[in-house]
């Protein structure tokens, strides 16, 4: 059902952008980066957080790594990251297809200012095996997304999704 709302979101929205599927994996940066054939910074990773009561989606570079002290100072909480059913029941979209189109429910979309370092980014498009290439202003545009600054990013590796420097492990998925 994901692939399929996302690609009932771009014939109603942008007729010409098309959804482009991968016979391997893409359900991390690294496997992304290699399916679509762009370094893992242009994977445009979708991030499904919890700050207080409100869901938001934060939509960032790959190679970007969530700055809770900005994330915090900007929403007014702490973000935590949704568990996997979580995502999957608040998004219609498994993990590693997260992607700010086709939404089970509406919810705020964030772009990061990391995004802005290129012309083209590759973002998930409902499933393990499926994205679009599209500019990251025209992303924000069908999503009514607002332009944020919380992110560091890291432009030499893969840098994980989500960490804090008092917290544990960080997300390397991509959304």
Same mark, same amino acid.
């Given at each position: 059902?994901?692939?399929?709302?996302?690609?009932?979101?771009?014939?109603?929205?942008?007729?010409?952008?098309?959804?482009?599927?991968?016979?391997?994996?893409?359900?991390?940066?690294?496997?992304?980066?290699?399916?679509?054939?762009?370094?893992?910074?242009?994977?445009?990773?979708?991030?499904?957080?919890?700050?207080?009561?409100?869901?938001?989606?934060?939509?960032?570079?790959?190679?970007?790594?969530?700055?809770?002290?900005?994330?915090?100072?900007?929403?007014?909480?702490?973000?935590?990251?949704?568990?996997?059913?979580?995502? +999957? %029941?608040? *998004?219609?979209? #498994?993990?590693?297809? @997260? &992607?700010?189109?086709?939404?089970?429910?509406?919810? $705020?979309? !964030?772009?990061?200012?990391?995004?802005?370092?290129?012309?083209?980014?590759?973002?998930?498009?409902?499933?393990?095996?499926?994205?679009?290439?599209?500019?990251?202003?025209?992303? +924000? %545009?069908? *999503?009514?997304? #607002?332009?944020?600054? @919380? &992110?560091?990013?890291?432009?030499?590796?893969?840098? $994980?999704? !989500?960490?804090?420097?008092?917290?544990?492990?960080?997300?390397?998925?991509?959304?």
């Amino acid at each position: 059902m994901s692939l399929e709302s996302v690609r009932a979101f771009f014939a109603e929205k942008a007729p010409e952008i098309s959804v482009i599927e991968s016979a391997v994996s893409s359900a991390t940066v690294v496997l992304a980066a290699e399916a679509y054939g762009v370094e893992p910074a242009r994977i445009a990773k979708t991030l499904s957080l919890r700050i207080g009561e409100r869901v938001v989606l934060i939509v960032a570079a790959g190679t970007s790594r969530m700055d809770n002290k900005k994330v915090k100072a900007l929403f007014g909480g702490k973000p935590k990251m949704l568990g996997l059913d979580e995502v +999957a %029941e608040i *998004t219609g979209h #498994e993990v590693g297809g @997260v &992607c700010p189109f086709g939404l089970k429910t509406p919810l $705020p979309v !964030y772009c990061d200012v990391s995004l802005r370092a290129f012309d083209v980014v590759v973002p998930a498009a409902g499933s393990t095996h499926s994205a679009v290439k599209i500019t990251p202003a025209r992303m +924000a %545009e069908l *999503t009514s997304a #607002e332009w944020v600054d @919380v &992110c560091e990013h890291r432009p030499e590796r893969e840098a $994980p999704a !989500y960490s804090s420097s008092s917290e544990g492990e960080g997300c390397t998925g991509r959304g």
